[in-house]
């Protein structure tokens, strides 16, 4: 089974703080992706990678930033965080693309609450 | 752009039947998946159809029309456990990515 492992359930930061959120999954999957979530909106793509080094911007990437130095492990970055970024993260992967059938698998997700 | 619609919420008695449409936009088209997620957990993947017609998983089935742009999950003999949201997802401008409804809250009553 594919395990996507979010390193906090649960976060609480200060307005202006650097926050590091990460995900490390274990199937070798070419895709990785950062989500979040809020009532009424469903998921909303923030950023995503297909390769180690490689980023393209999601519909929402402003205030975001990420990186992937390492193929299992995708890291999202609030470079100062605002009250208006607290929502549910969720990290997912995925190999070659929707075209082949190939699922995204989703991490449980961090809950992000800025103070 | 892509756009995907879907009811906000449905509630149903446990052993019926229910069925979840989702109509969607999109300039090209690979097929449409499905997700289920229970409070509190990760989405996890149902089903994905790419030609027309019924896929039959179970007690599951979903159904794409895409001449209508337009799909459906179908829930047979509803248990209280299938309360939970699904949403249904379209690649973005994409393969890599995919598009997903605000999703369908769906209530199972005793």
């Known amino acids: 089974d594919v395990k996507v492992t979010q390193s906090s359930r649960y976060l609480v930061k200060r307005t202006g703080e650097k926050v590091f959120l990460e995900c490390v999954q274990d199937m070798d999957h070419e895709n990785m992706f950062w989500y979040r979530q809020d009532p009424g909106l469903g998921l909303r793509l923030i950023y995503f990678?297909?390769?180690?080094?490689?980023?393209e911007k999601g519909d929402i990437p402003e205030g975001y930033s990420v990186s992937r130095e390492k193929k299992e492990r995708f890291s999202l970055i609030l470079e100062s965080a605002s009250t208006n970024q607290t929502s549910m993260y969720l990290c997912a992967s995925s190999s070659l693309g929707i075209q082949d059938n190939q699922p995204q698998h989703f991490g449980d997700g961090t809950r992000l609450s800025i103070l | 752009g892509q756009s995907l619609e879907q009811p906000s919420e449905v509630t149903a008695v446990e052993g019926a039947i229910v069925q979840i449409n989702c109509t969607y936009q999109?300039?090209?088209?690979?097929?449409l998946s499905w997700y289920q997620q229970h409070d509190g957990g990760a989405p996890t993947f149902l089903s994905y159809?790419?030609?027309?017609g019924l896929e039959e998983t179970g007690r599951f089935s979903s159904f794409l029309s895409r001449s209508d742009s337009y799909g459906y999950l179908l829930l047979q003999e509803l248990q209280m456990k299938d309360s939970a949201s699904y949403f249904c997802a379209v690649p973005g401008d994409s393969s890599y990515k995919l598009i997903f409804g605000s999703g369908t809250r769906l209530l199972v009553r005793p």
């Open positions: 159809n790419a030609l027309d």
């Open positions: 990678s297909y390769d180690v080094k490689m980023k």
């Open positions: 999109t300039s090209g088209f690979y097929g």
